[in-house]
């Protein structure tokens, strides 16, 4: 009897936790356990390590660097330019269809002004910001696919990109201060 009450107990920790196929596709941090802003319910959250993490952890990119990209990624979620797009609710009965809230056009103005700091949405450090930090590609699938001007780019030189790129954006959200060159 004390082996089916083990099985049972391992089961429920299974379901609770992430699943065998999600360990196996990179790590996960450790249960983070908060209250929901909107109910005040306590809620666990797991993380899943991203590049930025990884960066940091390695000693790739300074904190102010991780916290520029983590502002991009949050104004990039907010302005709606991500590929996973929702049903319009123009389909759906009763649904207004108004297409995009002022909150999204101003953080759209952001992410644009942010691009265009780095060079412009054609350049390196822009495109590799757009797919790498704000679509959360790999730096490794960017530089394979998207790369520089429809040329591969090789990884090292890919990893170097978005290090520039986060330091230019780490000054132009006020992270860190500007230096003027002698």
Not at 127 to 155: K, T
Not at 161 to 174: E, K, P, Q, R, T
Request: aromatic share 4%; net charge positive; proline share 4%.
């Amino acid at each position: 009897m004390a082996g089916k009450r083990k099985a049972k107990a391992s089961k429920r920790d299974e379901a609770l936790g992430p699943s065998k196929w999600r360990m196996q596709h990179g790590g996960i941090s450790e249960p983070i356990r908060e209250a929901d802003p909107e109910t005040g319910l306590p809620v666990v959250h797991r993380r899943t390590v991203d590049t930025l993490g990884q960066m940091l952890a390695n000693g790739t990119i300074t904190q102010e660097m991780h916290d520029a990209g983590a502002v991009f990624r949050r104004q990039f979620r907010v302005a709606a330019l991500d590929q996973l797009r929702a049903m319009p609710l123009m389909r759906i009965p009763g649904g207004s269809g108004d297409s995009l809230t002022d909150r999204q056009i101003a953080a759209r103005e952001q992410v644009a002004r942010a691009v265009m700091a780095l060079g412009g949405f054609e350049s390196a450090a822009g495109s590799c910001v757009w797919h790498v930090v704000g679509l959360e590609c790999s730096v490794r699938e960017w530089a394979l696919r998207q790369g520089w001007g429809g040329r591969s780019v090789g990884h090292a030189q890919a990893q170097g990109m978005l290090v520039a790129a986060l330091g230019v954006l780490a000054a132009v959200y006020g992270l860190v201060p500007v230096r003027r060159a002698a």
